[in-house]
């Protein structure tokens, strides 16, 4: 069961926010856990092809080596997760191969200062989840437990909070040193510019004050005599 046209513009409209305030971009970023996976599985839905269609544009899937670690270590019953997991992009987290950490705290560092990746997370995990929706600019996809297919979370109120204040600082007058900083820059930028070269005033052309020469008029035509 697809997405319903309401749910979409909402979801729509929850993306664009992201973009407008706090830059994300197409391709999108996602990183999942294997509980998504499991879950993704249990619900048949196709990843690869639901992302995309849920965020409205071309997205990048990604694990680290902390989240195929975690999901390798629940056994037998995430198998199907982990080989899932496996067919998305690696990408390098802050943990060497000799201390990982579980998926739930490598994503958390991901996203932790201010998700400067501009990752969205999807997660099946409750307490990632939570400890998420605490933290301003991150995105939460979910698969949805009543129906087939995918969902994006609303924006949480620090989120909005968030987006409102950097609204306001755009706006902000500038205090002295910066306004002062602006215009020395500007200064430069302006010197720096080729200036157009003034056109010469010409004076009049002389020739031209020269009276026109008045045309002799030919002579008479002589009358012929007639014999």
């Known amino acids: 069961m697809g997405i ?8 729509k409209k929850t993306v664009h926010s992201y973009c407008i305030g706090f830059g994300f971009r197409p ?4 990183v999942l856990d294997g509980e998504f996976c499991r879950a993704a ?6 990843v690869k092809d639901a992302l995309p269609e849920l965020l409205g544009g071309l997205t990048r899937i990604v694990v680290t080596d902390c989240i195929l670690q975690d999901i390798k270590s629940k056994g037998h019953d995430y198998t199907s997760a982990l080989v899932l997991a496996k067919k998305f992009e690696s990408r390098k987290c802050p943990h060497q191969k000799t201390s990982l950490v579980s998926a739930k705290d490598c994503i958390l560092d991901l ?7 501009h990752f969205f997370v999807a997660s099946g995990n ?3 989840k939570n400890s998420i929706r605490k933290i301003p600019g991150v995105p939460v996809v979910i698969v949805n437990t009543r129906k087939k297919g995918l969902g994006l979370e609303e924006m949480t109120g620090k989120t909005k909070r968030a987006m409102k204040e950097h609204e306001e600082d755009k ?4 205090d002295k040193e910066t306004a002062k900083l602006k215009r020395a820059l500007m200064g430069d ?16 052309n002389p020739l031209a004050m020269k009276k026109k020469k008045k045309k002799t008029p030919p002579p008479p035509k002589k009358k012929e005599i007639k014999e």
């Open 4 to 11: 319903s046209a309401k749910k979409q513009k909402t979801i």
């Open 27 to 30: 391709p999108f970023q996602v």
């Open 126 to 128: 409750a307490q990632l």
């Open 189 to 204: 930028q302006e010197e720096q510019k080729p200036r157009p070269k003034k056109r010469k005033i010409k004076g009049v």
């Open 171 to 174: 706006v902000k007058p500038l």
């Open 111 to 117: 996203v932790s200062t201010n998700n400067p990746e």
């Open 41 to 46: 599985l249990e619900k048949q839905v196709y």
